[in-house]
């Protein structure tokens, strides 16, 4: 059944009341209900920010997301929506546009007997009157929290969901699939559906927390999918005679060759998506039915995180720590391609920004930047590349160096010596565990008694799907799961296996967001001995252990004891040779 607003003047007025009569008013419900002091009021309004009142009192810890939401539905004789158990109906919400919704902090649920239900933050009667005025139609509030309704908000309207209107305007264009040579014209054109359609795709993966795009031709369709915490999923299904100016669409905004389509092609693209700055890594390549593109999002106003922050346990953290502030020698943080290095090579560096020191960069990408620290972009055209760029840092006076990756013998050599010649050097390198990282600098062509010279540590690592905490729920672990939970030593949770069982959060997947798990080889002296042998992998890993290095699988295993992630996620995530 279809819902549909009544018509009605759309006046200019305010969607919603002003912030300084809606503070007043929950100033007043707070105070009355015993939950907020005169003198926590006048801290929370001196506090800074530009947020109304119950966004500071949020933030100054004054009072909880969970218990404003229930003072202000007891106050008002509203019910609480959980929306772990609630899916708001695709008719409902479009009651309300994206616009609307967002500015008024309200989302339409369901309509039942000719009534809206609608969840928001604020149940006064203002912001009701508001709601209702806009919606046309009698509403009944249901009080959810600020932190929830957002997510709802985003999760409900899908900046892809007007795709399919782009796709007939641009069909019923049809001359641009028969005329190639007018596809740059077309796609240049900012009002072009074409246009649209790209715009769209981008901004949901970004409310989605995608970190890659992938649009890919396949028969007469073209796929597109966007990688979330490391998994890929199905977004949209687009007919094929669109493929070729999507890619015409994204190769103009990263000024690559729209004519060369066959050899493979990289570009970047640095835009702003809904205030926030985003730089996008293009890659294409020539398949079966025409061009794949891959688009990397990097998030620039996504905050940088803490050690504390990237899942590693108290006493690796701890240990890791003073590792990076030894005055010289070589880090290496190892593991695939998307496994969270740079993630926490970036956090070592926010440990170890000092003013009184000189930290220097070489990266490819540079993907955030630090106002204190000098960072060099990789620029192959203009000559700098990991040698050229890392031996021009020598030059600068650095006492912390961190080399985005180690990809050749040239650049590993380098790096080596600038660990024997009194400086830090952090750096990212490809491999399978810690131990492996040794034998792959040997394989290179490094001389073994000069990576035991300078390597003081590796931390390899892994990133997994948490469990999303809306709906978690107890469940039975299959056999394998139990088999390998015993292998690694791991135990049953003292309150049982529990996992996601998917909801409006965590788009029905059961995990939200990612951890890192963390494996730590000290190099010691004995760890030297057996590198400068060249020692079997399998001695080096043995010898490691009995020195308390605790192995991928074992470190995820701890996490599948607290609740963090199940089983079968490390199982699908995390593999290595020997356990």
């Known amino acids: 059944m279809k819902f549909a607003r009544t018509q009605r003047h759309m006046d200019p007025a305010p969607l919603a009341p002003t912030t300084a009569n809606a503070d007043e008013t929950l100033a007043g419900v707070l105070i009355g209900a015993g939950q907020l002091q005169p003198y926590q009021l006048d801290a929370a309004r001196a506090a800074p920010g530009d947020g109304g009142l119950a966004e500071k009192l949020i933030a100054t810890a004054t009072i909880s997301e969970e218990a404003l939401a229930s003072t202000l539905a007891e106050h008002y004789g509203v019910d609480l929506v959980d929306f772990r158990s609630t899916e708001p109906e695709t008719d409902a919400v479009a009651l309300l546009t ?11 649920l369901s309509v039942e007997d000719g009534t809206v239900i609608v969840a928001v933050a604020d149940p006064s009667p203002s912001q009701v009157a508001a709601i209702t005025d806009r919606l046309g139609m009698p509403m009944r509030a249901a009080v959810a929290t ?88 199905d977004v949209l299904d687009l007919p094929g005679s669109i493929g070729p100016a999507l890619v015409s669409r994204v190769k103009i905004l990263a000024q690559m060759n729209i004519v060369e389509r066959r050899r493979p092609q990289d570009g970047q693209i640095s835009m702003e998506v809904e205030d926030r700055e985003v730089d996008i890594r293009v890659a294409t390549t020539s398949v079966v039915g025409g061009e794949k593109v891959v688009m990397r999002l990097l998030d620039k106003s996504r905050p940088l995180f803490e050690l504390v922050q990237l899942g590693m346990p108290a006493d690796t953290a701890e240990q890791y720590r003073r590792l990076i502030r030894s005055p ?82 040239d650049t590993a050599r380098i790096a080596v010596q600038s660990a024997l010649t009194g400086h830090l050097v952090l750096s990212s390198l490809h491999a399978t565990e810690a131990v492996a990282a040794l034998y792959r600098m040997l394989d290179m ?16 690592q892994r990133l997994v799907r948490r469990s999303c905490t809306s709906c978690l729920a107890p469940y039975e672990p299959t056999p ?33 967001e990612r951890i890192g798990v963390y494996e730590l080889l000290t190099v010691t002296d004995e760890v030297r001995e057996l590198l400068i042998e060249r020692a079997p992998h399998d001695e080096m890993r043995r010898l490691a252990r009995s020195q308390g290095m605790r192995t991928l699988w074992e470190q995820a295993a701890r996490l599948v004891e607290d609740g963090t992630t199940t089983a079968a996620e490390v199982m699908r995530a995390i593999y290595v040779t020997g356990v």
Do not use: W
């Open 445 to 460: 062509g490094i001389e073994g008694f000069l990576i035991a010279s300078s390597v003081t540590a590796v931390v390899a």
């Open 328 to 409: 010289y020698g070589m880090v290496i943080c190892a593991g695939p391609t998307g496994g969270g290095k740079t993630t926490t090579l970036y956090a070592s560096l926010g440990e170890l920004n000092q003013p009184d020191k000189n930290i220097m960069t070489i990266e490819d990408p540079v993907e955030y930047t630090f106002d204190s620290i000098n960072q060099i972009q990789i620029n192959v055209q203009a000559g700098i590349t990991f040698t050229t760029g890392l031996k021009s840092i020598l030059r600068q006076d650095p006492d912390i160096i961190l080399v985005g990756e180690i990809r050749d013998l």
């Open 480 to 512: 394998e799961e139990l088999e390998f939970l015993r292998m690694v030593g791991g135990g049953e949770p003292e309150d049982g296996f529990k996992r996601g069982t998917g909801c409006h959060f965590c788009a029905h997947t059961g995990f939200l």
């Open 146 to 233: 600020r932190r929830d309704l957002d997510r709802a908000l985003d999760s409900s309207y899908r900046a892809t969901r007007e795709v399919g209107g782009q796709v007939q305007q641009f069909e019923a264009r049809d001359l641009l699939r028969r005329e190639a040579a007018r596809l740059e014209t077309a796609s240049a054109n900012e009002d072009a559906p074409v246009v649209r359609v790209v715009q769209m795709i981008i901004t949901q993966a970004l409310r989605d927390r995608a970190s890659d795009i992938h649009i890919e031709p396949s028969g007469n369709r073209v796929r597109v999918r966007y990688r979330i915490d490391g998994a890929l999923s």
């Open 98 to 108: 994206q616009e609307e919704a967002h500015v008024l902090r309200a989302l339409p």
